[in-house]
């Protein structure tokens, strides 16, 4: 909804007129209204939209029509005073700007409607740009980290991911929920550590995360990728 349909006490005007893309900026969502170059999608609840649902740059008062927003994050929200709202941060696909935007649980809104997913395989990374090959034609794209998003740390030579398009460009990339990844650093294990459930670890890929006191350097662990956390010593 637009600025002068905003929830009472929920967002000022003011913030809707200095909305940009770009960098960091709280904005009110505006129903509707998507531009002829865009495919209009699904009418979804408002509180039916999730992690990675994608939406035009036109829903975004202040945004450019021509960019595609991902949604990162959605909060429920119910003030002591007032109504209900849902709160949403979106990462603009063009910019890697993000945009806090609050709109009313009985909305509707239009998602952008994605072809169907494609096999890819992982080859390499350079200047924070996956490179992927689709494994049925073997045509290859780069993919930015406004694209991947946390997703990019996770990726390994060979991994396949499933990719989707919206009008030829890559914008929605699934990896595996969980994969094997090997201990670059932790402290060894000690009679302190023996009685602690958990100690932290240094993946090779440089994330550190939780891990039993019996996980030693060059081990190779089972880590559920949405999370980080550990899944289990990986099979030999």
Same mark, same amino acid.
């Given at each position: ?11 000022? *005007? ?13 904005? +009110? ?5 998507? %531009? ?5 999608? !699904?009418?979804? +609840? ?21 960019? @595609?927003?991902? @949604? ?16 949403? &941060? ?18 509707? @809104? ?9 096999? /890819?395989?992982?080859? /390499?990374? !350079? ?25 990019? &740390? ?20 699934? @990896? *595996? !929920?969980?994969?094997? /990844? ?29 891990? %039993? ?6 081990? &190779? ?8 956390? /550990? ?6």
């Amino acid at each position: 909804f637009s600025c002068k349909m905003a929830v009472r006490g929920l967002m000022r *005007p003011s913030l809707c007129a200095r909305a940009a893309i770009g960098r960091d900026s709280t904005v +009110a969502l505006r129903a509707g209204a998507f %531009p002829v170059a865009l495919t209009r999608g !699904a009418k979804v +609840a408002v509180s039916s939209l999730r992690k990675g649902t994608m939406l035009s740059g036109a829903e975004v008062d202040g945004g450019n029509r021509k960019h @595609i927003m991902r @949604i990162v994050e959605t909060t429920h929200v119910k003030p002591g005073k007032g109504v209900a709202y849902i709160q949403a &941060r979106l990462r603009n696909l063009d910019t890697n700007g993000t945009h806090i935007c609050r709109y009313r649980s009985s909305e509707t @809104i239009e998602v952008l409607d994605l072809d169907d997913e494609k096999a /890819y395989q992982f080859l /390499y990374e !350079a200047e924070g740009v996956a490179n992927l090959m689709c494994m049925e034609s073997f045509e290859e794209i780069e993919l930015s980290e406004a694209v991947l998003g946390d997703k990019m &740390r996770w990726l390994q030579e060979g991994m396949e991911v499933r990719v989707r398009q919206y009008r030829g460009r890559p914008i929605s990339v699934a @990896i *595996p !929920a969980r994969a094997e /990844y090997e201990v670059a650093d932790t402290v060894m294990a000690s009679a302190k550590l023996s009685n602690d459930n958990n100690k932290s670890a240094t993946l090779v890929n440089g994330v550190v995360t939780k891990v %039993p006191h019996f996980v030693k350097v060059g081990d &190779r662990l089972q880590i559920n990728t949405d999370d980080g956390t /550990y899944a289990g010593k990986a099979e030999n």
